[in-house]
């Protein structure tokens, strides 16, 4: 499966950006998939990830409560909802999906996906 990203941008803090991951190639029906960050300097760390069927989702603590992920295999589409936006949220961010859930690396960053995005960048400014 190919997967891409986009719907990042330029946002002030405490607004919202949607992103979105189209997959091709394969159905995304076919996969778990999810959301990870990589802010300058930092380690790439997890999101949000979203089982096959959407009836089960897992957040970062960070993000808990501001972003949801949701679905639509129909379209083969992937979303992230980001709300309240803050400076620490910059980073570019890349969909990511697998056949295995959890997905590889939403537990303390252990193992990653098979299958990745071109990341998109979002800034935050204060």
């Known amino acids: 499966v190919q997967l891409q990203a986009s719907g990042g941008g330029l946002v002030q803090a405490g607004g919202s950006l949607r992103l979105a991951c189209a997959a091709s190639?394969?159905?995304?029906?076919?996969?778990?998939m999810g959301w990870f960050r990589q802010a300058p300097g930092k380690e790439r760390e997890f999101v949000a990830g979203?089982?096959?069927?959407?009836?089960?989702?897992t957040y970062a603590n960070s993000v808990k409560g501001r972003f949801t992920i949701s679905r639509d295999n129909a379209k083969n589409i992937g979303d992230l909802q980001m709300n309240s936006l803050k400076p620490e949220d910059t980073a570019v961010y890349y969909c990511?999906?697998?056949?295995?859930?959890?997905?590889?690396?939403?537990?303390?960053?252990?193992?990653?996906?098979?299958?990745w995005g071109q990341g998109t960048l979002v800034t935050v400014s204060s």
């Open positions: 990511a999906a697998d056949s295995r859930w959890p997905l590889p690396g939403a537990a303390q960053g252990v193992g990653a996906p098979s299958f």
């Open positions: 979203i089982n096959w069927s959407g009836r089960s989702t």
């Open positions: 190639g394969r159905a995304l029906s076919s996969y778990h």
